[in-house]
């Protein structure tokens, strides 16, 4: 496990070094959200594997004049990133947060925080919406900085519309096998219940769950579905949390492993891996800590 994360530290430093976009920090990795997420990613793996070069020069970043730009663009574009990018940026400053007790992002991130959530109060909340505009994601990364800032009205706000909304069984787990999904939108579904509701309600849904497939993904149909496994790696652990039934213990393993295996033959594409794949992988992983 080291070893790959050291990879994958390599990974997020070259895509961070590069210009692709005119925005102050967020400029690497392709695009704005991927750039977002693998200052995450580096973060983390840096604190994780104690690699002080790469931690210094990533807090460095975060901690520049770069980032008031940053806040800057998102209050001046209000639907810039909505609801995706912006939900990473709670998860980025969350952990920017815990691992050095610095909170002077805190205001700039609660106005973003109101505003993901004033924006998903207008948009429609069903689980099986696919790729950037799914709510669930947004929910959990949501419900995880109003848990973490002590916004109660948040927390409870999410509480009711993830009652409402997400414990249905409008989709079926087989969905990952055959659209080429960018999440597994039933994982993601079970993630949310799981963060938002506890442990005994995702229990509840599952029985009302017909699964008969746990296998990791093998027939990779996009681009986009190169993160399928890591995605359904994160619902996997959130089910094993919540029973101890070994099944989903080792479907979380297995499919943690298959993302992994990815990195030897797809680390040199850029576009299609390099820029966010390494980084949903490294999520999985983290889960279970």
């Known amino acids: 496990m080291a070893e790959i994360i050291r990879e994958f530290i390599k990974t997020f430093r070259h895509e961070l070094a590069q210009k692709d976009t005119e925005h102050a920090v967020f400029h690497g990795s392709w695009d704005w959200h991927s750039a977002a997420h693998s200052h995450w990613a580096l973060l983390e793996s840096a604190h994780l594997m104690d690699d002080e070069e790469s931690l210094e020069w990533v807090l460095q970043r975060l901690h520049g004049k770069g980032m008031k730009e940053e806040f800057q663009y998102l209050r001046q574009n209000p639907d810039f990133e909505m609801p995706y990018g912006r939900a990473w940026l709670l998860r980025l400053i969350l952990r920017l947060e815990e691992l050095t007790g610095n909170s002077d992002h805190r ?68 969905r990952d096998t055959k659209k080429g999904e960018f999440f597994s939108l039933w994982s993601l579904q079970a993630l949310l219940i799981f963060s938002v509701l506890g442990p005994e309600r995702l229990k509840s849904w599952l029985d009302s769950q017909k699964i008969d497939d746990v296998q ?8 986009h579905h190169l993160s399928i496994n890591a995605s359904r790696a994160w619902g996997f652990h959130a089910l094993y949390s919540a029973t101890g039934d070994e099944k989903w213990q080792s479907a979380y393993v297995e499919h943690v492993r298959a993302a992994m295996e990815l990195h030897s033959e797809w680390k040199d594409n850029r576009s299609a891996y390099s820029h966010w794949v390494p980084q949903f992988t490294l999520y999985a992983i983290l889960i279970a800590y």
Do not use: C
């Open 216 to 223: 990791v993904v093998k027939e990779l149909l996009s681009d």
């Open 107 to 174: 205001d700039s991130t609660q106005e973003v925080a109101l505003g993901l959530r004033k924006w998903l109060s207008s948009s429609e909340m069903k689980p099986s919406i696919p790729e950037y505009k799914n709510p669930s994601w947004a929910l959990v990364q949501l419900h995880a900085w109003a848990t973490h800032s002590g916004d109660q009205g948040t927390i409870d706000w999410i509480n009711e519309v993830t009652e409402k909304y997400f414990t249905g069984n409008e989709l079926d787990l087989g």
